[in-house]
């Protein structure tokens, strides 16, 4: 018990400062222990979002390419109503 006693008002006596810098320098210990599966979970999650991206524009030029030709279909048959239905006798 009277070696608990010292090491308790050691403890005690740190400034916040000090605490501070402790608690500091203990995140710096994790980040670079861990610095290598967080950098790769930055670029999973970057790739991820980049794919999702690429993914909505080519969606979106396909659908827009789609959009012109059923323009394009429905111009055509525009054009065949009204000149009417071919047959032997007008064509």
Do not use: C, W
């Amino acid at each position: 018990m009277a070696e608990e006693g010292p090491g308790r008002e050691a403890k005690a006596t740190r400034t916040a400062a000090e605490m501070q810098l402790l608690r500091r320098r203990q995140e710096l210990d994790y980040f670079q222990k861990n610095a290598a599966r967080i950098r790769s979970r930055n670029l999973l999650t970057g790739l991820g979002i980049g794919a999702f991206v690429v993914g909505i524009f080519s969606y979106t030029i396909l659908s827009v390419k789609q959009e012109r030709i059923v323009e394009e279909l429905d111009e055509e048959a525009r054009i065949h109503i009204i000149r009417g239905p071919r047959t032997g006798a007008n064509s």
